[in-house]
């Protein structure tokens, strides 16, 4: 898993980030990123912290283009 080969590189105490993003920030995004932190949580066996936060998901959905 590239993202384990990547968290292994990071010093102690640094963060890596791992974005997802969507047009109104509330379906694919929060679907694909909760997905995400409970698969590598698994993988990983809790060795490392997961945090999933969502950034725009009280805002209001944008209107179609």
């Known amino acids: 898993m ?3 080969a990547l968290a ?3 010093p102690h105490g640094c963060v890596t ?3 997802v993003a969507c ?3 509330r379906h ?3 679907a694909v990123a909760e997905a995400v932190a409970r698969r590598i ?3 990983w066996d809790g060795e490392y912290g997961v945090e999933v936060e969502h950034h ?3 805002h ?3 209107p179609a283009a």
Do not use: K, M, Y
């Open 2 to 4: 590239q993202l384990r």
């Open 8 to 10: 292994d590189e990071v």
């Open 17 to 19: 980030r791992l974005t």
């Open 23 to 25: 047009q109104g920030g």
């Open 28 to 30: 694919r995004s929060v």
């Open 41 to 43: 949580w698994t993988a």
């Open 56 to 58: 725009h998901i009280d």
């Open 60 to 62: 209001p959905v944008l």
